[in-house]
């Protein structure tokens, strides 16, 4: 699966075979979850750098939205998070071969028209043209490359949890809603890094 970085330099997934590989799928216009989930995703790739495990784990974000999260904005969401930890990275790829992957793995989008008045680019301030209604989904892969866990649904985001300011402006009302109140079920940073763990066979604290 070639695969493209926010440095535009090409990678593959088989490129990380050897490191426990936490992928999520991640759109930089998504206004109710993403948001969340990749602030999760951020806090654990911290947790387990600073338990000097990066040289075993990989993040992946991966887009489902190829037409718009350019290099340019996957690069200007990844700088959002700075100092963005090294084993985290913000990837897009050939549509066509994103459509498959995804496909694969069960994460399903659907576009949808805008809605009015439409939300603008948070980075540019180009007002959006459509959406993509999608699943929220963390795979956790082995150093086989093979999926051994999965969470599901938006995050439930912890207080302390770094946030970016554009993107807390950029969420619209049920964003909001879900970081105030999240769903019982909500998964949470700890839970990443318990699947983690159990795969590297190492403790990592929050």
């Known amino acids: 699966m070639p695969l493209v970085d926010s440095a535009g330099h090409k990678t593959t997934l088989a490129a990380y075979k050897g490191k426990v590989v936490v992928i999520s799928d991640v759109m930089t216009l998504c206004q109710e979850t993403c948001p969340l989930d990749t602030a999760n995703i951020v806090q ?19 887009t489902i939205d190829p037409q718009r999260d350019t ?11 700075a100092p963005a930890p090294a084993d985290w990275a913000t990837l897009n790829g050939n549509p066509s071969d994103l459509t498959k992957l995804w496909k694969d793995l069960g994460v399903w989008s659907q576009k949808v028209a805008e809605g009015k008045p439409p939300a603008a680019n948070w980075r540019t301030g180009a ?7 999608h699943s929220d989904d963390v795979f956790f892969l082995d150093r086989n490359g093979r999926e051994q866990a999965l969470l599901q649904g938006p995050a439930h985001v912890a207080s302390g ?14 964003g ?16 990443v890094l318990h699947n983690i763990s159990t795969l590297v066979h190492h403790p990592i604290a929050q």
Do not use: C
Not at 161 to 174: E, G, S, V, W, Y
């Open 44 to 62: 654990a790739a911290r947790a387990v750098e600073k338990a000097g495990l990066a040289n075993k784990v990989e993040f992946l974000s991966i």
């Open 71 to 81: 290099t340019a904005q996957l690069a200007a969401y990844r700088n959002l998070f």
């Open 127 to 133: 007002r959006l043209t459509y959406d993509l209604n």
């Open 161 to 174: 949890t770094r946030m970016p300011k554009a993107l807390n402006r950029f969420m619209d009302d049920d």
């Open 176 to 191: 909001h809603k879900n970081l105030a109140h999240p769903s019982s079920d909500a998964w949470t940073t700890q839970q």
